[in-house]
Nanobody, 120 residues
Framework: QLQLVESGGGLVQPGGSLRLSCAAS????????IGWFRQAPGKEREGVSC????????NYADSVKGRFTISRDNAKNTVYLQMNSLKPEDTAIYYC?????????????WGQGTQVTVSS
């Protein structure tokens, strides 16, 4: 059974940083594209970033470009989302998901989410 577990969320002041982790069990994370998504209260879920398995390419939402970095540690079977220069509008529940090996899509396995709150 594919399982993803997010961690690393918390309360941080504007301008601060957090690193989210997405740990996989039951499968080799490197075989899948891994995406980070977020959902703020009253808003639809949006894609934040994704890393593709086949070539390691990455993409980011315009709202986080230059501030967030996605990376993968195959030895730990974990994908990270380093979030810098956080803003109050980054407040949301962050989820990771596993999808197609070849592109960022077909996300079918999801974690339970981790809360990120950016507030002074």
């Amino acid at each position: 059974q594919l399982q993803l577990v997010e961690s690393g969320g918390g309360l941080v002041q504007p301008g601060g940083s957090l690193r989210l982790s997405c740990a996989a069990s039951g499968f080799t994370l490197d075989y899948y594209a891994i995406g980070w998504f977020r959902q703020a209260p009253g808003k639809e879920r949006e894609g934040v970033s994704c890393i593709v398995s086949s070539d390691g390419s990455t993409n980011y939402a315009d709202s986080v470009k230059g501030r967030f970095t996605i990376s993968r540690d195959n030895a730990k079977n974990t994908v990270y989302l380093q979030m810098n220069s956080l803003k109050p509008e980054d407040t949301a529940i962050y989820y990771c998901a596993a999808g197609s090996r070849w592109y960022c899509g077909d996300f079918s396995s999801w974690g339970q989410g981790t809360q990120v709150t950016v507030s002074s």
